[in-house]
Structures are given as C-alpha cells and as structure tokens.
C-alpha cells in the first residue's frame, strides 16, 4: 500500500460517504466508522475497513484504529466528521438533546482525536481535519446548543493546531455553510423543518457532499508544509 491510512468517522451517509469515496478513488486505504455500520459496508470500497462506532465509545474507536494500523500502517489523516444536528429553540429543548448534541459533536471529537494524536506527535507527521460549520462563526434562529457545538470545534480546533504545529502536524478544518444531506433528520420540530427546508430550496438544495469531498482533498492533498487552518464552503446565494 503505498498510501497511508485515512480514518473518516460519521462516513455512513453525506459528507463522510462522500469523503471515503474520494479519498478512496485516490487510493488511500480507510477506516470508516458509524452507527449504521450496513451503510458503510454499502459503500463497497476497497481496501477498507468497516467499523460500527458511536463516537461517545473511545475504546471501540481506540480498538479499530489500532485493527487499521495493524493491516495499513499508521493513521496519517482522521477526519473528524461524525456530527449531529437537532434545532430547536433553547426553551424548548430537552436535556438529552444538548446532552447528545455535545457528546457527539464535542465529547466525540476529542475522543477520537485522543486515540490518534499522541502518535502523530511522536512521527512529527499527519493531519487532523475537524469538520465545522458555518454556524460556528455565525448565530441562526433554533441553532443554540448545535451552533454552540460548532463554535466549540472551531475553538479547540485553534487550540489543538498550535499544540500541534512545532511538532509538523497539521490540524485543518473545514466549515460547510449549507449542505444537502440527512443532517436535519435529527429535529423532530416539523416547523422548525419546514423553515429549514424552505432556506435549504431558496438556496438550490445546498452544496452537494461531492463539493465538500472535493475541498477535503484539496486541503489534504497540500505539502505537509501546508496547512490550510479552514475552509468555509457555502452556497453562493447564502449571505450568512
Ligand atoms: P449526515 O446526517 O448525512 O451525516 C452525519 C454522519 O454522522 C452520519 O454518518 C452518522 O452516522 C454520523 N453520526 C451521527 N452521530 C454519530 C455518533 N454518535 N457516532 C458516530 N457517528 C455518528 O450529515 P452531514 O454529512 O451533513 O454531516 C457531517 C458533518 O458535517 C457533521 O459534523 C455536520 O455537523 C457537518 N455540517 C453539515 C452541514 C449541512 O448543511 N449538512 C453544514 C455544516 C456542517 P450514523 O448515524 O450511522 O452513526
């Protein structure tokens, strides 16, 4: 193999699936990990590993990258990409939505990170790539607890790249504006949904997973000596 290995977690639909894709028709061997391991197995990509994870588990994640690496060497690349979105107003939202929301999208990353930082530290190499969101530079209405979540991956994104920087290893992160994908699955508000939907159509179904696949490659494909600290991605009409 003479690509290093590629570990994508939330790859079972939208932005991940797409990413493994990607990254697998460039011949990168993979770890994918997700709830829904059927979909990953879906993707019938080749020199690729399929591995059922909730994020929140950081002793599964720990035991399928340590699988990986034992099959296609080092982790050269995690993407952080796992996310989920629930929109509601704060009033009205329950603890066990923010309580996932952040051990998702928060909790999780960290976990992950955890399991592959320490060893590119040491090899002085590799790239972490934190998936954002425009809603981390920004306040939408029903975004509270996910636009806090996305805020807080932008803030320990800048922590971990000058934690990581002296040691050659790139911390990078890309923020989607709109995207089409499954995310708004996770609200259960059927006006906040339509709201959202109708913003989703104004904008011509948002940016296809395709685009933002295509940007991740664009930033990983750069130098080691490059590191692009992010990249936002949005639909041209979205103003904000
Ligand atoms: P999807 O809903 O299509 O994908 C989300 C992925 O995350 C799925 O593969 C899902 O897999 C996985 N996931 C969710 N919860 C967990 C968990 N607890 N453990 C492991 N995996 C989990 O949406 P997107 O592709 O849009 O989302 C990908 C990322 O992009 C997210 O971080 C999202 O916040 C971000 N983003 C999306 C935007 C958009 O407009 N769509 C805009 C900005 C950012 P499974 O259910 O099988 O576990």
């Given amino acids: 193999m003479d690509k290093p290995l590629v570990v994508i977690t939330g790859a ?33 990509l080749p020199n690729c590993l399929c591995r059922q994870n909730d994020v929140a588990d950081i002793e599964g994640f720990r035991q399928a990258v340590a699988d990986a690496e034992a099959e296609y060497g080092p982790v050269d690349l995690l993407i952080n990409n796992a996310g989920a979105m629930t929109l509601e107003q704060f009033r009205n939202q329950v603890p066990e939505d923010w309580k996932k929301l952040f051990d998702t999208n928060v909790v999780g990353l ?84 339509d709201e959202y939907q ?11 997973p395709d685009e933002v696949a295509k940007a991740i490659l664009f930033a990983y494909q750069q130098r080691q000596e490059v590191a692009i600290w992010d990249m936002i991605i949005a639909p041209t009409g979205q103003r904000t």
């Fill in 12 to 44: 079972s639909s939208g932005i991940g699936a797409a990413a493994a894709r990607a990254l697998s028709g460039e011949g990168y061997p993979l770890l994918l990990t997700a709830r829904r391991v059927d979909r990953l197995r879906e993707l019938e």
């Fill in 110 to 193: 960290l976990n992950t990170t955890s399991v592959v930082f320490p060893g590119m530290l040491a090899r002085k190499g590799g790239t972490i790539l934190n998936i954002g969101s425009t809603s981390g530079y920004t306040h939408y209405p029903n975004h509270t607890v996910y636009g806090g979540t996305k805020h807080a991956i932008r803030g320990m994104t800048e922590g971990l790249r000058r934690e990581a920087a002296p040691r050659g290893v790139r911390v990078m992160m890309i923020s989607p504006g709109m995207v089409d994908t499954e995310l708004l699955g996770g609200t259960r508000n059927q006006a906040i949904i």
């Fill in 198 to 208: 109708s913003f989703k159509d104004y904008l011509g179904g948002g940016v296809a």
